[in-house]
């Protein structure tokens, strides 16, 4: 059991979509991320997929539906099994949680990202 800083983790890495594992919750990895651009549209057939900004604002577009702004402090729920794409026009930083082994690209023809620990 230990606190664990989430801004000093997210100053190891500059990199974009690409997740870092920071803690493990049940069966599940708490990671951060940071997002700039756009992420293709995708879909989770299992699970859930959570959104946590910490800091900046992020877009989710939902097909179908109209874009949700997320901003610092909010949090988002995409159930599973919708297609979703998140997309930052500046840097966003966020914290995910996913289950173990969820490869965070969903059904995208995007190569997952590896989630490395720090």
Known sequence: MKSVNLAEKLSHFSTHWDPHVVADYNENEVMVVKFMGEYPFHKHDTTDDFFYVLE????????GEQSRTIKAGELFVVPKGVVHRPRAETEVKVLLIEP?????SGDSDREAAPKTRI
């Open 56 to 63: 900046g604002e992020m877009q989710m577009d939902i097909e």
């Open 100 to 104: 173990k082994g969820e490869p965070n």
